[in-house]
């Protein structure tokens, strides 16, 4: 099992950035690759980066790559979004979750927390 808690949302404006956490409890956290994901009201969770179990293979949705990072501190079973240049349309619900592989497909991942609000405004 794994829990994970997501931390680092708030509201910015336009043009700014935000950096959320994802703190993961238990001994197996380097065993997991991890993603972020994000659901914005009326439609459905899509895929905004992963990342690998020693911090390799990262990738990302293309409308994030250039602004948004995704790195993780397994000494301290944390994986972190860093996000920058934040545009309205940012504006979510971001949830980090767990799996065997960096994938993009949220049905493949086997943990996830409970998201943390983001807003951008114009």
């Known amino acids: 099992q794994v829990q994970l808690v997501e931390s680092g949302g708030g509201l910015v404006q336009s043009g700014g950035s935000l950096r959320l956490s994802c703190a993961a409890s238990g001994r197996t956290f380097s065993s997991y690759a991890m993603g972020w994901f994000r659901q914005a009201p009326g439609k459905e969770r899509e895929f905004v980066a992963a990342i690998g179990l020693n911090g390799d293979m990262p990738y990302y949705a293309d409308f994030v790559k250039g602004r948004f990072t995704i790195s993780r501190d397994n000494a301290k079973n944390t994986v972190y979004l860093q996000m920058n240049s934040l545009k309205p349309e940012d504006t979510a619900i971001y949830y980090c979750?767990?799996?065997?592989?960096?994938?993009?497909?949220?049905?493949?991942?086997?943990?996830w927390g409970q998201g943390t609000q983001v807003t951008i405004s114009s």
């Open positions: 979750a767990a799996a065997r592989r960096p994938l993009s497909n949220p049905g493949l991942y086997n943990y």
